[in-house]
């Protein structure tokens, strides 16, 4: 008989006797069954990626190449389910008798719905996504590199996920992108989400290096995109908050390749992408105003220049446009060469994964190249049924040059935006100003500053080499069904060198570099990891099972530097700082650690509903001395109510709603807190002390709350998928900076808690197989997200600057775009404006400056749609588009082309400048002029930079086995598609998305100097064997 | 029976388990190879409690290597550095303010864009002026760094006056230490109130019109000159600055007093500049030699000995004919030869600043025969003469501008000028405004609560 026991005491019961069983014994084995099967698709063909697992415990297996698995279980009665990414999960009930063999075979189908598919968790063992509330993006990663045309993870993860924003602010190769989950969420800490490779926590810095501005460098993409399986996003606190105390700006999670436990032979594949890159940007022309210098437009002087006039003024301009004229343009067709292959295997207890990758591209200006060497070793060991070990290593090798561009007068950009025309050379070989003046002008000599030949500019070295190894084992212990417990340990190492120079030339251009300079600096970063952690799975009744998760965590993170400058060298060959005539030499370091352990429970219901609660603690050495440890709850609801035995709505087969709260917390800045001096020195020998930052004691993490809810449905036998979910976040004692008054000595900010910012938004995304034929099939994705970002408090008396056209401000978006707006004016008959008809309009910052916000630089939404037509189950073709919008950018390449005097000989100007009167508004024109004048009006160069862009297009072949076996392969592939293929967009300057602060982690937007991404084609070829 | 998950069963087949390894020792061996030892599941447990506990050694990471933290300027074994840092910052300060009141004057003219200073229309929210620190890669600020060396000089006066180092110090009132703290305490005082309109100091108010930064910098000066073992390169600066006060103030009996009391071959020169990094460097070098932002303006450039073809050695100005332009291409650079390097010294005070200011309170004979023994000094053999007041202080006006040119007393000069004798030789131009000052920053104005 059944003794009945309330769950309660069952609970608490189970768990002290699952403690007892931990520390004595070993658990029992009864004479156990085997369960074998097949699982397959609707066309026969066995789903090699499927795993078998009984529902309730830990006990599972991954088919073989052929579809088959093997279970050994203790007799009983056991449901049996069998799951694979993109299909529906199968149920079956299965009863195992000792000593006896029972076959179980499943059928899966095709399903846009990935309702059953394992997601990430921080919790040990697997987790499907039936079972968590929040909303957990998924992108599977080998579907995309192959449909797509991707060649680094930014370019996968872009347009993917719903409200992950990856914006390629360069075309440069080599360069990184900005990375934003569900917008900004912290003003002085990091908006880069978090990265973890196979477990363990990497380097997520971009932009740390360098001083060209456009493109910086990322340690997103140093990773091979062929080698991910999926890569998972976790958006908000409400689930991040059992990740730790970084993990506010969102969690992205890649899981590597692994072998395939074939029993016999193993599988190679190799290939190549061969592409080619065009610059097809229209670049602004530049005008210098010769009017003072000449009799007219057709004087003599100007014959060998093309000239423009204002016939308004009667201004007469002489034009170029070094960037576009077939004589001067420094652009080239840019190469892309890839080579990859792969290896993997296994057999009953050990399977691999090994690949290694070579790319060369070298980008559409001269000097950009990146050289990047992959090579990855996965390997998973299955000693017995109850021990697993994972162990995944990836190295790369890489060396980019990125070209000089960026608000630099040693950049391309600054050349050739804002070139001046006074020093181009006319058809006859002469210099502009040298034939204006009559005499030598500085403007054609090699100290005319903003104005050099592309020839010059290309033996500057933007130089990063890196060397990069990750590491991370897993351990998964299951010695009883009901028991899961996982150690992971990582490293992540980081090795740097990074080269800024200017080389010696005796002729060179620019005045400050004479002699040549060279800088060097060496980051070297260390991230580790260490993890363990347990979940218990036990039932409490029939129909009520629970599981229980447990685990600690610590985290390292460690950068240190030593830099040299030198300056003035000998000649171009020896370059090291030893070799320079003044070489100063510099060191820095920083480690950050974070500890945490976390506790969850989740009970669920029949299988359909689920509850979790969860609470993690954490500590940071950030934190201000006078702080504690960091708690974080967090509880999450998911219902099925497809699978409620009453459900009888047709068209929707499948049905969850989920609910998640959660409370995460952002650490603030290592050293944010200290208060310090820093070294002055008195005549380079004797050190003082001198007072740099007051200091916080108090100082304590972000808090971050967020409520999440949604749904996500499958219609019509899961042929459409729809995702659907509610965001609403706030982020209190955000950290600001608060300026002290200087004459308290400090001239550093003070960091504050004392601000807030709230974010809310919708996500949605909907998943169509259109058409499922034998011969034709059609799927399309389209995504949508909106994302309202505002400091709704900012705590100080007045807001916070950001250069000159942003804003941290109370009431408004983040890095607000500022100006004094004029609301009307009038020119005379002269073409001039008239100063008394300036009018302004109301309003004010609070800083008695007049400015009000015009605009904000993070779009307001967000869409994306990719379509696939797969023909005859061989031919495929894929598109891209996506559209950001509500946002507007400041475009520096249109304001900085302005004169520095009214008058006179000066550099560049644009259309907008040299025909102000007919080009532009009198209110344009008087904002132009204004800004020239005081500054502050810097609004008529902000503009709407909503665009749709088409980003790729793929065609890829599946060839037919009979051609394939003539070469020995099992399989082929031939690929070609295009990237950045079109851009539609209102915004006048070069792209919307170009950013002079490239992917660094702030908030600052401005666009100019900046080159875009090129228009890209390429082919490949893959075989496997 | 059919096995289940729950309790009951659990517990019975953990019973059975229990019994069957109390009969058999050696039940690793007869469960299988890899069977866990219990051992290692408890190690795991304990080692996880271990790490939970030694949370915060855990946490103990490096300090900041390049910075020193507070707690340590309390330390005794700091005050050599606290006063090399005092005196550290109020030169780094002085080079640029220089700069800055040059260019607001008509010493300087701007060649980079830095068109509110050199235009005289400098707003209250001009970050450059009012809140940039240091900024090796750019143009330093003015405000922020003469301010941090206010405040490290006096808390350093203080802290020294108030026994803080008793030890090291037994007599801090006379002591040497003291009076050149106050030494810079007071002429930082004195830069920003000849540079500002209205001024604060400590991080709390009041707002000080200049008269009384003045004062306060004249108290500063008293103490130094009080101090019975004070250097007398000490004392004699600190009387030339308290001169300068009173002469501001129009305390001009004071100011002929302590003037006349300082020698004519005095000379306090900060030979303190060197090459180690930007920071160090003689930023008045900098911003007209090697990053060519300002020009020498024309009312300096190409003086002679008065109606002689001489040139002025004491404004040696000259453009380079292969570098003739500023960094913006157009404006015309003219540089100095006083500051030809990196590490040039810059002189703070001066006999001959005296001179200037007893010959400016005097007049007549008194001014011509000073006039006339300080050019004896600088090696000019040219004698002046005149009976005529208007240009006897012509004259004097004329050669204090030539003997200070870009020591930061300009600007000074010609508020003084404008306010006292109503004349008015402010740059004027096309966009000019017509400020005398720079107004109090609203970096100070918005984070001081006590204005």
């Not at chain 1, 992540?492 to 005045?511: G, K, L, M, V």
């Not at chain 1, 520096?892 to 000989?905: C, F, K, S």
Request: with cysteine; aromatic share 8%.
């Amino acid at each position: 008989m059944r003794v009945r026991r309330s769950p309660w005491s069952a609970f608490t019961a189970s768990a002290a006797v699952a403690l007892a069983a931990l520390l004595c014994a070993a658990p029992a084995r009864a004479q156990q069954g085997t369960l074998q099967g097949t699982v397959s698709d609707q066309t026969g063909a066995a789903v090699a990626s499927a795993s078998v697992r009984v529902v309730g415990s830990e006990k599972g297996a991954i088919v073989d190449a052929q579809g088959h698995y093997t279970l050994q279980l203790a007799p009983g009665t056991y449901r049996v389910a069998a799951q694979a990414l993109g299909y529906r999960r199968v149920v079956k009930s299965v009863t195992i008798e000792a000593g006896q063999a029972q076959t179980l075979d499943f059928l899966l189908q095709v399903s846009a719905v990935q309702l059953d598919e394992v997601v990430a968790s921080v919790t040990a063992g697997q987790t499907s996504r039936r079972e968590v509330g929040t909303d957990i993006a998924t992108i599977d990663a080998s579907k995309q590199v192959e449909e797509g045309a991707v060649t680094n993870f930014s370019q996968l993860l872009h347009a993917r996920a719903t409200n992950v924003t990856v914006t390629e602010t360069s075309g440069a190769v080599g360069a990184g992108s900005r990375i934003r989950v569900r917008g900004i969420n912290t003003l002085t800490g990091s908006n880069n989400p978090l990265l973890i490779i196979d477990g363990v926590r990497v380097d997520n810095e971009t932009g740390l290096l360098g001083i060209n501005r456009g493109q910086t460098f990322s340690r997103f993409n140093d990773i091979n995109p062929q080698d991910i399986k999926s890569i998972e996003v976790v958006k908000g606190p409400s689930a991040t908050a059992l990740y730790g105390s970084e993990a506010s700006p969102g969690v992205i999670i890649i899981t590597t390749k692994s072998g395939s436990s074939e029993k016999t032979g193993m599988k190679a594949t190799i290939g190549t992408e061969q592409g080619f890159m065009r610059d097809v940007t229209s670049y602004p022309t530049n005008y210098a105003d010769v009017t003072p210098y000449v009799s007219g437009a057709n004087d003599s002087k100007l014959s060998q220049w093309p000239v423009a006039t204002n016939s308004t003024t009667g201004q007469v301009f002489v034009t170029d446009n070094p960037l576009m004229d077939a004589s001067t343009r420094p652009f080239r067709t840019g190469q892309q060469a890839g080579f990859f292959g792969n290896l993997r295997g296994g057999s009953d207890n050990f399977s691999y994964y090994t690949s290694a990758r070579f790319d060369d591209d070298q980008g559409v200006l001269p000097s950009n190249y990146s050289h990047k060497l992959d090579f990855r070793a996965n390997f998973q060991g299955r000693p017995s049924d109850i021990l697993t070990e994972d162990v995944s290593a990836g190295y790369t090798s890489s060396k980019t040059n990125l070209p000089k561009s960026g608000n630099n007068t040693s950049g391309y950009a600054a050349n050739g935006f804002a070139g001046r025309p006074f020093s181009s050379l006319g058809t006859g070989g002469e210099c502009l100003a040298t034939v204006l003046a009559g005499t030598a002008s500085s403007f054609c000599d090699k100290n005319g500053n903003v104005r050099a030949g592309f020839d010059k500019i290309k033996p500057i070295l933007s130089l990063d080499n890196v060397e990069r190894f990750t590491i991370s084992s897993i351990t998964t212990l299951t010695p009883v069904s009901w028991m899961v417990n996982t150690a992971k340990v990582g490293a992540d190492i980081t090795n740097e060198t990074f080269q800024d120079a200017i080389p010696y030339d005796p002729d060179i251009p620019f005045s400050f570099a004479a002699g040549g300079q060279n800088f060097l600096t060496t980051p070297q970063t260390r991230t580790y990891t260490a993890d363990l952690s347990t979940r218990l799975s036990y039932k409490l009744r029939d129909d009520l099972r629970a599981q229980t998760s447990g685990g600690a965590q610590y985290f390292q993170h460690r950068i240190s530097t030593v830099s040299c400058q030198g300056y003035v060298f000998p000649n171009d060959k020896a370059t090291a700082c030893d070799a320079a005539v003044t070489g100063l030499g510099f060191s820095d370091f920083t480690e950050k650690v974070e500890i945490g352990a976390y506790l969850q429970q989740r009970f669920s219901y029949n299988d359909y509903l689920f509850v979790t609660g969860a609470l993690r603690v954490d500590d940071n050495s950030s934190l201000g001395s006078q702080q504690g440890a960091i708690w974080s709850p967090s509880a999450n609801a998911s219902f099925v109510v497809s699978d409620l035995p009453s459900w009888k709505v047709d068209f929707i087969n499948e049905l969850r709603l989920r609910a998640a709260w959660g409370e995460a917390t952002q650490a603030p800045p290592q050293y944010a807190a200290d208060r310090t001096y820093v070294t002055s020195a008195l005549h380079g020998s004797t050190a003082g002390l001198s007072p740099q930052d007051p200091g916080n004691t108090n100082l304590g993490p972000e808090r971050d709350k967020e409520f999440e809810a949604g749904f996500n449905a499958g219609l019509w036998d899961s042929r459409v998928g729809l995702d659907f979910t509610y965001y609403d976040r706030t982020s209190n004692d955000a950290i600001v900076p608060r300026s002290v008054a200087p004459s308290t000595g400090f001239p550093n900010v003070q960091y504050v808690n004392l601000g807030q910012i709230k974010n809310h938004g919708f996500e949605a995304s909907l998943d169509a197989q259109l058409l499922q034929r034998d011969n034709l099939a059609w799927t399309a994705r389209l995504q949508w997200s909106t994302t309202h970002s505002k400091v709704t408090e900012l705590g100080l008396s007045t807001p916070i600057f950001l250069g000159f056209s942003q804003v941290i401000a109370q009431g408004y978006a983040p890095g607000a775009y500022i100006s004094r707006v004029i609301t009307s004016a009038a020119r005379d008959a002269n073409g001039n404006i008239i100063p008394s008809s300036i009018q302004y309009s109301a309003g004010d910052l609070g800083d008695g400056s007049g400015r009000v916000v015009v605009g904000q630089p993070t779009p307001t939404n967000t869409e994306s749609f990719q379509t696939t037509v797969t023909l005859l189950g061989r031919l495929t073709l894929s598109t891209l588009f996506d559209r950001e919008a509500g946002h507007q950018v400041y475009s520096t390449e249109i304001a900085g082309r302005n004169p520095n005097n009214l008058g006179g000989i000066n550099s560049s100007f644009g259309d907008m400048w040299a025909y102000r009167q007919t080009q532009s508004t009198p209110v344009q024109q008087a904002m132009m002029e204004q800004n020239q004048l005081l500054g502050d009006h810097a609004g008529v160069f902000i503009y709407d930079a909503n665009f749709i862009k088409w980003r790729e297009l793929t065609l890829s072949y599946q060839v037919p086995t009979f051609l394939t076996h003539k070469l020995g392969a099992s399989s082929a592939r031939l690929y070609g598609g295009a990237r950045n293929l079109a851009t539609i967009t209102k915004f006048p300057g070069v792209d919307p998305e170009a950013n002079q602060n490239g992917a660094r982690d702030n908030l600052r937007v401005v666009e100019g100097n900046t080159f875009p991404a090129p228009l890209t084609f390429y082919g490949g070829l893959t075989l496997t064997f | 029976m059919n096995s289940t998950n729950d309790a009951t069963a659990v517990t019975e087949r953990i019973q059975q388990q229990r019994e069957r390894t109390m009969r058999s020792p050696r039940w690793g061996r007869k469960l299988g190879r890899y069977r866990p030892s219990g051992r290692i599941v408890g190690t795991i447990l304990a080692g996880t409690m271990l790490l939970l506990t030694a949370c915060n050694q855990l946490l103990d990471v490096p300090p900041n290597p390049k910075t020193v933290p507070g707690t340590e300027l309390t330390d005794p074994n700091s005050l050599d550095a606290r006063m090399t840092g005092a005196e550290a910052d109020f030169w780094f300060a002085y080079d640029m303010a220089i700069v800055y009141g040059g260019l607001f004057t008509d010493e300087l003219v701007d060649g980079t864009g830095l068109t509110a200073v050199d235009q005289r229309r400098v707003q209250p929210d001009n970050g450059l002026i009012g809140s940039t620190d240091e900024a090796p890669e750019g143009i330093d600020g003015l405000w922020t760094p003469m301010q941090r060396s206010a405040a490290t000089s006096k808390s350093a006066e203080v802290d020294i006056g108030a026994g803080s180092y008793a030890d090291r110090i037994p007599d801090p009132g006379n002591s040497d230490a003291e009076a050149r703290m106050a030494l810079f305490a007071g002429y930082s005082r004195l830069i920003l109130g000849e540079l500002f309109c209205t001024t604060a100091f400590d991080g709390t108010g009041p707002e000080y019109s200049s008269a009384e930064t003045y004062q306060l910098a004249a108290d500063h000066f008293t103490v130094a000159i009080q101090a019975s073992n004070a250097s007398s390169d000490v004392v004699y600066a600190a009387t030339v600055g308290r001169a300068r006060a009173e002469l501001q103030m129009g305390d001009d009996a004071k100011a002929k007093a302590d003037a006349s009391n300082v020698p004519l071959d005095f000379a306090l020169i900060g030979d303190v500049y060197s090459t180690n990094s930007e920071k160090e460097n003689n930023d008045i070098w900098n911003m007209l030699t090697l990053s060519q932002r300002f020009s020498v303006g024309p009312p300096f450039r190409g003086l002679v000995i008065d109606n002689t073809s001489t040139p002025d050695p004491r404004v040696d100005v000259f453009q380079d004919p292969n570098d003739q332009y500023a960094i913006d291409g157009s404006t015309p650079l003219y540089q100095s030869a006083k500051y030809l390097k990196a590490d040039s010294p810059i002189r703070l005070a001066s006999g001959y600043e005296a001179a200037y200011i007893v010959a400016e309170i005097d007049g007549g004979q008194t001014a011509v025969n000073l006039i006339n023994q300080i050019r004896q000094a600088q090696g000019i053999s040219q004698q002046f003469s005149s009976t005529n007041e208007d240009s006897i202080q012509a004259k004097v006006r004329d050669e204090r501008r030539r003997t200070l040119f870009l020591e930061g007393q300009r600007m000074g000069d010609l508020r003084r000028y404008k306010a006292r004798y109503g004349l008015d030789l402010f740059p004027t131009g096309p966009n000019f405004g017509t400020e005398t000052c720079f107004p109090l920053p609203n970096a100070e104005r918005d984070n001081n609560p006590g204005i």
